[in-house]
């Protein structure tokens, strides 16, 4: 079965579009392609299809949610996030790094391995603390 991202779905009209992972073109999705009890689909959200030909184009059919929908403990997480004044000065200094490595990289010298990794952690942290 073909799997994708939903680009887009509108739950008060019923329906959306899916982009396949295989390079097919977008593919509808109405609401009665659900699974029961689902009623609407999240941008992003990755789901499994089955694919009927119809007289629009490409539509989805019995479509199985292959990501979690959001929970609880992930609405938690959000409301846990740093204030927004804390992360200022935080991407701040990230600023300031990356200011520094870019002047080493100017000059043709990339940070040594050490330093490079501690870069890198840092980066994933921050990216961490802004992902929603």
Do not use: C, W
């Given at each position: 079965?073909?799997?994708?991202?939903?680009?887009?779905?509108?739950a008060?009209?019923?329906?959306g579009?899916?982009?396949?992972?295989?390079?097919e073109g977008?593919?509808?999705?109405?609401?009665s392609?659900l699974?029961?009890?689902?009623?609407?689909?999240?941008?992003?959200?990755?789901?499994?299809?089955?694919?009927?030909?119809?007289?629009?184009?490409?539509?989805?059919?019995?479509?199985?949610?292959?990501?979690?929908?959001?929970?609880?403990?992930?609405?938690?997480?959000?409301?846990?996030?740093?204030?927004?004044?804390?992360?200022?000065?935080?991407?701040?200094?990230?600023?300031?790094?990356?200011?520094?490595?870019?002047?080493?990289?100017?000059?043709?010298?990339?940070?040594?391995?050490?330093?490079?990794?501690?870069?890198?952690?840092?980066?994933?942290?921050?990216?961490?603390?802004?992902?929603?």
């Amino acid at each position: 079965m073909p799997t994708g991202k939903v680009k887009f779905y509108d739950a008060d009209k019923g329906f959306g579009f899916v982009a396949g992972d295989s390079g097919e073109g977008d593919v509808f999705v109405p609401s009665s392609a659900l699974p029961q009890g689902v009623t609407g689909l999240k941008g992003g959200q990755r789901i499994e299809f089955s694919i009927a030909e119809g007289r629009r184009g490409a539509q989805a059919l019995s479509v199985r949610l292959l990501d979690p929908t959001p929970s609880v403990a992930d609405n938690r997480r959000v409301a846990g996030r740093k204030p927004a004044d804390e992360m200022v000065v935080i991407v701040e200094d990230v600023i300031k790094l990356l200011d520094s490595v870019s002047e080493g990289l100017r000059r043709g010298h990339y940070p040594d391995k050490a330093h490079g990794n501690k870069i890198a952690q840092v980066l994933h942290a921050v990216a961490g603390d802004l992902e929603l």
